[in-house]
């Protein structure tokens, strides 16, 4: 059996992790233009709901088929159907087919993120693991810093076609090392896919996007969520083999990351969904500039993860969690007190970089906290849990705002959509006449503003959350397994006889 290459596989795992990052940012940048092009601002929050959708109800598919076939063949599948989906989200020629063609490309980031976190889990002993994932968080970070400059530049000397062509040479140089250096001795268990629990979960997910999106007749589909989603939670309890097993949150730090990560990420994605449309929107800026309004984020982010790293064996998680939460409470709080016409692009600036930092402690520290509460045997169930409380709890922020946006633009029914898509072009809709002009921008800025409380709602309940933290400084220390014996391959505990060779 061939052995797992440690270093080569982790530059890989850092590459998908790249890829993934990049994606975020560019995108963010780039959506006023891509509007102007293609219309459909009504539907501007749905380029991200689409992908977070399609991403967040596959992460417990592919976290349980990890656990019972292996890491590897579900990560390689997952960046090929990313690729395909990048390379159909560059050619669409409407709203529509975009839209579409991101949830494609969701559906293969539903394996990219949670199968390398799980990997690096699987590789790396504790102790290592705290600064590994550090430096993984600071990856994360570097992308998205390169990723709005990246975008802005595309769009303003190419095309926004390109900001999605951008992930085909890093996609297949990761899926190239990947194959040739990560090997695995997974042993196969009697054990079936929940399916029924899959069908259950993926259309409660689907219907409570639509009712948190939803005015009138379309909150019908809140009470069909409610109801999809209890008939999930009785399924799970009674399969002898369940999706998501439900023993998991009776851990407190599972239970607890999985709340507060849900709610700080409805915020973050909130933030660097709507602050770069406000800067574009109302302030008039470049999509450069709006990529510089989320780059004190992403240098913070890596910043702190990094810090989070060497901090965790020290003082222990909850410190640093409860610390990470409540510094995005204030910079949150700080953009929806300050940012006005007019205001300084200090202001957002400062506010983003405080949520990077904290969202850095706070992330690397629960999802250390998460894999070290499991052996092997469950940590591909278990991490996909966190990441897949994330990627709801993304999904449905951006859903729930992008609800209020639309609401705002379209009180009016005697102003036309295409002048909504025209306000956010390179001439900001000088064209339009002065009077609608004027009613456009402040219901943009009106609906933005409401957005941006909602955001600071959901870190302040984040930070409420994570103050039930149980207090383990010294488990971790406490778990720290031996060193690996080899250079390539790390000698798993006891309980994760199944790790990869």
């Given at each position: 059996?061939?052995?797992?290459?440690?270093?080569?596989?982790?530059?890989?795992?850092?590459?998908?992790?790249?890829?993934?990052?990049?994606?975020?940012?560019?995108?963010?940048?780039?959506?006023?233009?891509?509007?102007?092009?293609?219309?459909?601002?009504?539907?501007?929050?749905?380029?991200?709901?689409?992908?977070?959708?399609?991403?967040?109800?596959?992460?417990?598919?592919?976290?349980?088929?990890?656990?019972?076939?292996?890491?590897?063949?579900?990560?390689?599948?997952?960046?090929?159907?990313?690729?395909?989906?990048?390379?159909?989200?560059?050619?669409?020629?409407?709203?529509?087919?975009?839209?579409?063609?991101?949830?494609?490309?969701?559906?293969?980031?539903?394996?990219?993120?949670?199968?390398a976190v799980t990997v690096i889990?699987?590789?790396?002993?504790?102790?290592?693991?705290?600064?590994?994932?550090?430096?993984?968080?600071?990856?994360?970070?570097?992308?998205?810093?390169?990723?709005?400059?990246?975008?802005?530049?595309?769009?303003?000397?190419?095309?926004?076609?390109?900001?999605?062509?951008?992930?085909?040479?890093?996609?297949?140089?990761?899926?190239?090392?990947?194959?040739?250096?990560?090997?695995?001795?997974?042993?196969?268990?009697?054990?079936?896919l929940d399916i029924v629990g899959a069908l259950l979960l993926s259309a409660g997910v689907v219907a409570l996007l639509f009712g948190v999106q939803g005015t009138g007749k379309g909150m019908v589909w809140l009470p069909v969520a409610l109801l999809l989603l209890v008939a999930f939670v009785f399924v799970e309890r009674r399969v002898s083999d369940p999706l998501l097993p439900m023993s998991l949150f009776k851990i407190p730090s599972i239970a607890i990351s999985a709340s507060a990560g849900a709610l700080v990420s409805a915020a973050m994605f909130g933030a660097t969904t709507y602050v770069p449309l406000y800067v574009q929107g109302v302030l008039g800026g470049s999509p450069t500039l709006a990529g510089g309004i989320i780059t004190p984020m992403i240098v913070g982010w890596p910043l702190s993860s990094l810090a989070a790293g060497r901090l965790l064996l020290r003082v222990g998680y909850r410190p640093i969690i409860v610390g990470g939460f409540g510094l995005s409470v204030v910079g949150s709080v700080l953009m929806a007190l300050l940012l006005r016409p007019g205001t300084s692009m200090l202001v957002p600036q400062i506010g983003m970089g405080l949520f990077g930092i904290g969202m850095g402690f706070s992330s690397t520290a629960t999802m250390v906290a998460v894999q070290t509460s499991v052996g092997w045997e469950l940590r591909g169930v278990a991490t996909a849990n966190t990441m897949f409380f994330r990627t709801i709890g993304g999904a449905l922020g951006v859903g729930v705002m992008g609800g209020v946006l639309a609401l705002q633009l379209l009180r009016d029914p005697s102003i036309p959509v295409s002048a909504a898509n025209e306000l956010l072009g390179p001439e900001h809709g000088r064209s339009l006449?002065?009077?609608?002009?004027?009613?456009?921008?402040?219901?943009?800025?009106t609906g933005l503003t409401t957005n941006f409380w909602i955001i600071s709602a959901f870190a302040a309940v984040a930070f409420l959350a994570s103050l039930f933290f149980p207090r383990t400084e010294r488990v971790l220390a406490a778990t720290t397994s031996a060193p690996p014996t080899t250079s390539t391959t790390p000698t798993p505990p006891a309980s994760e006889a199944t790790a990869p060779h």
């Amino acid at each position: 059996m061939s052995t797992t290459n440690r270093p080569l596989t982790t530059f890989a795992l850092a590459l998908s992790m790249f890829m993934a990052a990049l994606e975020m940012t560019v995108v963010s940048t780039a959506m006023p233009r891509i509007v102007s092009d293609l219309g459909g601002i009504q539907n501007y929050a749905w380029v991200f709901t689409a992908y977070m959708l399609s991403s967040t109800i596959t992460v417990p598919i592919y976290g349980k088929l990890s656990d019972l076939h292996g890491r590897k063949p579900v990560l390689l599948f997952g960046i090929g159907l990313f690729l395909v989906g990048s390379m159909a989200c560059g050619v669409s020629s409407s709203m529509e087919m975009l839209i579409a063609f991101r949830a494609l490309q969701g559906l293969g980031a539903g394996a990219m993120q949670p199968m390398a976190v799980t990997v690096i889990g699987d590789l790396y002993t504790p102790a290592e693991r705290a600064r590994v994932q550090g430096v993984f968080s600071a990856v994360w970070g570097i992308a998205g810093l390169l990723g709005p400059l990246t975008g802005g530049l595309l769009v303003k000397y190419l095309s926004w076609h390109w900001v999605f062509f951008i992930n085909l040479p890093v996609g297949l140089g990761a899926a190239a090392v990947l194959f040739t250096s990560f090997h695995e001795n997974v042993q196969r268990k009697p054990q079936r896919l929940d399916i029924v629990g899959a069908l259950l979960l993926s259309a409660g997910v689907v219907a409570l996007l639509f009712g948190v999106q939803g005015t009138g007749k379309g909150m019908v589909w809140l009470p069909v969520a409610l109801l999809l989603l209890v008939a999930f939670v009785f399924v799970e309890r009674r399969v002898s083999d369940p999706l998501l097993p439900m023993s998991l949150f009776k851990i407190p730090s599972i239970a607890i990351s999985a709340s507060a990560g849900a709610l700080v990420s409805a915020a973050m994605f909130g933030a660097t969904t709507y602050v770069p449309l406000y800067v574009q929107g109302v302030l008039g800026g470049s999509p450069t500039l709006a990529g510089g309004i989320i780059t004190p984020m992403i240098v913070g982010w890596p910043l702190s993860s990094l810090a989070a790293g060497r901090l965790l064996l020290r003082v222990g998680y909850r410190p640093i969690i409860v610390g990470g939460f409540g510094l995005s409470v204030v910079g949150s709080v700080l953009m929806a007190l300050l940012l006005r016409p007019g205001t300084s692009m200090l202001v957002p600036q400062i506010g983003m970089g405080l949520f990077g930092i904290g969202m850095g402690f706070s992330s690397t520290a629960t999802m250390v906290a998460v894999q070290t509460s499991v052996g092997w045997e469950l940590r591909g169930v278990a991490t996909a849990n966190t990441m897949f409380f994330r990627t709801i709890g993304g999904a449905l922020g951006v859903g729930v705002m992008g609800g209020v946006l639309a609401l705002q633009l379209l009180r009016d029914p005697s102003i036309p959509v295409s002048a909504a898509n025209e306000l956010l072009g390179p001439e900001h809709g000088r064209s339009l006449p002065p009077e609608m002009l004027r009613t456009l921008s402040g219901a943009l800025e009106t609906g933005l503003t409401t957005n941006f409380w909602i955001i600071s709602a959901f870190a302040a309940v984040a930070f409420l959350a994570s103050l039930f933290f149980p207090r383990t400084e010294r488990v971790l220390a406490a778990t720290t397994s031996a060193p690996p014996t080899t250079s390539t391959t790390p000698t798993p505990p006891a309980s994760e006889a199944t790790a990869p060779h």
